[in-house]
């Protein structure tokens, strides 16, 4: 359950193409690239409020006899205090360690024994909690969800218990100067926003973060008036409508969570900041450029740009680095869309210490490049395919399609915008891409973390 943006980049910087950059290849990405093109019809989207503030949305999706249920929490890293970070990230673990009417483990054990499986994940922006059961099952999930919404035990014991746990994930970040250095990136990178960290939180946070102060946070933002219950599968809108009711329907209304990033925006950057830390096995130069949050239309063309620059062995900086000049082992690109303005990275990993800044300045000229002149019409085809086929992937499953409108609503506030995504990619131009390489590739906004290769000095500089 490692926080998934931290694992997701670690994974993409640790000498490997960008996950959400990642190129589908065969027969199936060749059919989910047609079916993105032909425009793609979804199943109706039903929404609606409870009198407690949960809000519900559910689509029936016939597809095999199976339902997924979500409960999405507009609360994650960005939420905790400054010295309670990993708080979010305690929940992810804590909520299926028992409540008043249910056993430690037994949400899990539950749901596996008549066949269907839970997961949850914590990020920045949002703490999930997932279960796919047949759908005969539909009641009992949710019934479950709702029982550890307001029923949730605070035993010391088991919270020192999963205190360890999530120490021991830190402590794994901690042997990884990769993980290390992309950590020291955000905290550069964001100089007031709570962006600054993840959601994996400290050690010595977690340590001072007490039973009290968990119930406190839990009291303030696991609440139905800030959460949604997403349901996706082969049921019926009545039983939805009925088992949300009756499960959800009783739990008290909270106060207005507070959003203390509200009040901490980040204010723009009017210069490079560049930092060279501790060596690692492999040399790393990491460079991050601000921009909107997930809301903004200049998303779509940077999340083109960002495929143009970065994903596969056809990209601009794969071909220069790789290929063609053979200063790095590989180069790529990967999009952080968030809630709040996120981050576009760029990164190129290398052996040689002698070539280190060659690779930091050629990184840098082929972004100044994708500023000088538009994508060609392929390359503008090649990552339209790309986010298409991707978008159409993520639908494929209940799971997907229930993770697409929960996400979409933390972004948004809508769950539904994810509907039109398609039309906005499509409508992306060449020149498009190029506006916002000019206004975001700026040196100014630029910030850059490197990790030197074994044998290399490292330090400030």
């Known amino acids: 359950m490692k926080p998934r943006i931290l694992a997701a980049v670690v994974a993409a910087l640790a000498v490997a193409a960008p996950a959400a950059a990642q190129p589908k290849r065969g027969p199936v990405a060749k059919r989910a690239r047609a079916k993105a093109k032909v425009g793609l ?30 409960v999405w929490y507009h609360v994650g890293a960005k939420e905790e205090a400054r010295d309670k970070r990993g708080s979010a990230h305690m929940f992810e673990h804590m909520m299926f360690k028992g409540t008043k009417n249910v056993r430690p ?20 922006d949002v703490t999930a909690y997932h279960n796919t059961v047949p759908r005969e099952y539909l009641d009992f999930a949710v019934r479950l969800e709702a029982e550890r919404m307001s029923n949730l035990l605070f035993r010391p014991k088991m919270i020192d218990t999963e205190r360890e746990v999530v120490k021991e994930e830190i402590r794994q970040q901690e042997n990884n100067p990769i993980a290390k250095g992309f950590l020291r990136f955000l905290e550069i990178a964001y100089t007031k926003h709570p962006y600054s960290w993840t959601a994996g939180g400290t050690k010595k946070d ?35 409508r009925e088992a949300a009711t009756k499960w959800f329907g009783p739990l008290a209304r909270g106060a207005k969570p507070p959003r203390p990033a509200d009040q901490s925006p980040e204010p723009p950057q009017k210069k490079t900041r560049r930092e060279v830390v501790a060596p690692g096995q492999v040399g790393l130069v990491i460079g991050g450029f601000h921009i909107p949050r997930a809301t903004h239309a200049d998303i779509y063309p940077l999340q ?39 981050l576009l990275l760029v ?74 995504d398609l039309a906005r990619y499509q409508a992306v131009t060449a020149r498009d891409v190029q506006r916002v390489a000019r206004k975001y590739l700026k040196k100014a906004n630029r910030t850059v973390v490197v990790i030197p290769p074994a044998g290399a000095k490292g330090g400030k500089r």
């Open 304 to 342: 083109v740009l960002s495929l143009m620059l970065g994903a596969g062995d056809s990209s601009r900086l794969h071909k220069r680095m790789v290929r063609g000049d053979k200063v790095a082992l590989q180069a790529g690109s990967q999009s952080l869309v968030r809630e709040h303005p996120g």
């Open 41 to 70: 019809e979804l199943p109706k989207l039903t929404t609606w409020t409870l009198d407690n503030g949960l809000e519900v949305a559910f689509m029936r999706v016939r597809k095999a006899p199976v339902v997924t249920v979500q």
């Open 105 to 124: 483990e037994e949400h899990a054990r539950n749901l596996n024994r008549v066949g269907g499986y839970v997961n949850a994940f914590t990020t920045e």
């Open 206 to 240: 977690l340590d001072n973060t007490t039973p009290s102060d968990l119930e406190k946070f839990y009291k303030t933002y696991y609440l139905p008036n800030n959460a949604m219950l997403v349901v996706v599968g082969d049921v019926e809108e009545a039983a939805v």
């Open 347 to 420: 990164f190129a990993a290398f052996l040689d210490p002698s070539k280190q800044g060659k690779v930091e300045a050629i990184l840098f000229d082929e972004l100044g490049k994708a500023a000088a002149r538009p994508p060609t019409a392929r390359e503008l085809s090649k990552a339209k395919n790309q986010i298409l086929a991707s978008f159409v992937f993520g639908l494929e499953s209940v799971t997907g399609l229930a993770s697409q409108i929960g996400m979409s609503w933390i972004q948004s506030g809508d769950p539904r915008r994810f509907m039109d």
